[in-house]
């Protein structure tokens, strides 16, 4: 009974070992508030608007201790709309990431399944170690008067151009390095599933990275290809982008391209911008981009800033009030990102969104 009794406490510890090196995370961001639009479709509207400065986020994510400084890693990321309760229309669970895989601190990190690119993982969470620009959210991620780019499956054709808001590529196999001396890099493919072809379908991306105190670059690379009518359509996009801290103030600068390898249609932009904290409550960010479009979109170009103030209310959550304006060529009509309606284009050259919002982590 002794003899019993003594192999299941030792059972019991060695359970209570293996969990106390292991743990599985819930957690997530809300973001609801009221946007205020000038134009959209000839007409002004305010509403009820979410997942602007942050997308609505359940996050299921674990890891589990192997020994030797190797982790056993998931991910399971379901975006949703607060309005309704509902997943994202044309979304199912889990559809913003899926992934598991391995992490060694000698040997890297190896995940597989559905994932971000390195356009967002390097350019929007790498390289001003944020979840977007400065105080821009939704709003201000690329688009504007270039429909005719026409990326495959895209609300609007050019609806986050750089795919830098988040853009994910299934069944894919991703690797990133360990830090040496500041520097990172990063691999990504993705199998296209067709018999007998290899490269139908498929998806890369790539990514160099580098942090040494108050500065950082990044930069990075993607490729998909989309199958649309019988043909292969090539989506590229590459940008660097790089960051420095001056005390309160962070500055950042990026460049980004796209081009669609069917109608020969590309775009390129460059954007600056800044964040102040006034002090641990209060900060304000402003940017500015320019975007430019080639002969196949119209020679169409637009100017678009943003300004934001944001008031922390506790470590978990935000108050902010946002303001972006875009403005157009002559003969071509505004379009801010985060308006997904196909025909929610300015009726000018014109829109500007005024928003107040709230967001909060747990």
Same mark, same amino acid.
């Given at each position: 009974m002794r003899k019993?009794?003594?192999?299941?406490?030792?059972?019991?510890?060695i359970s209570g070992s293996v969990f106390a090196q292991s743990s599985a995370t819930l957690s997530g961001i809300l973001?609801?508030?009221?946007?205020?639009?000038?134009?959209?479709?000839?007409?002004?509207?305010?509403k009820f608007d979410d997942g602007i400065a942050f997308p609505?986020?359940?996050?299921?994510?674990?890891?589990?201790?192997?020994?030797?400084?190797? &982790? +056993?890693? %998931?991910?399971?990321?379901?975006?949703?709309?607060?309005g309704t309760g509902s997943i994202l229309p044309g979304q199912s669970l889990f559809s913003r990431t899926a992934y598991v895989g391995l992490d060694d601190h000698a040997l890297g990190r190896l995940t597989l399944g559905n994932q971000y690119d390195f356009m967002t993982d390097s350019l929007t969470f790498g390289f001003n170690? &944020? +979840?977007? %620009?400065?105080?821009v959210g939704l709003y201000g991620f690329r688009n504007g008067?270039?429909?005719k780019l026409a990326i495959p499956g895209n609300p609007t054709g050019a609806f986050d151009w750089d795919?830098?808001?988040?853009?994910?590529?299934?069944?894919?196999?991703?690797?990133l390095t360990p830090t040496f001396a500041g520097f990172s890099a990063g691999a990504l493919y993705s199998f296209g599933g067709v018999a007998g072809s290899i490269g139908t379908n498929n998806a890369s991306s790539f990514a160099l990275n580098y942090s040494a105190g108050p500065a950082g670059f990044n930069a990075a690379y993607t490729n998909v290809k989309y199958p649309v009518a019988g043909h292969q359509v090539s989506i590229q996009n590459w940008g660097v982008g790089g960051h420095y801290t001056f005390g309160k103030?962070?500055?950042?600068?990026?460049?980004?391209?796209?081009?669609?390898?069917?109608?020969?249609?590309?775009?390129?932009q460059g954007q600056v911008g800044a964040l102040y904290r006034l002090d641990a409550a209060w900060a304000v960010s402003a940017n500015y981009m320019y975007m430019d479009g080639n002969a196949a979109l119209n020679d169409n170009h637009a100017h678009q800033g943003t300004a934001t103030l944001s008031y922390t209310l506790s470590k978990r959550s935000t108050v902010y009030l946002t303001g972006v304006y875009q403005r157009t060529n002559s003969g071509a009509n505004a379009l801010i990102n985060g308006i997904t309606n196909p025909n929610g284009s300015s009726s000018s050259p014109s829109q500007f969104i005024a928003r107040v919002g709230f967001q909060t982590q747990f």
């Open positions: 019993r009794s003594l192999v299941s406490i030792s059972a019991l510890l973001d609801a508030g009221v946007s205020y639009i000038s134009n959209e479709a000839g007409h002004s509207n305010t609505n986020i359940l996050r299921f994510s674990g890891r589990e201790d192997l020994g030797g400084g190797t &982790a +056993a890693i %998931f991910e399971l990321m379901d975006q949703f709309s607060i170690d &944020a +979840a977007t %620009f400065p105080g008067p270039f429909n795919r830098m808001a988040g853009e994910r590529i299934q069944n894919s196999v991703k690797y103030l962070r500055t950042i600068a990026l460049f980004t391209t796209v081009r669609n390898s069917a109608n020969h249609a590309a775009i390129w």
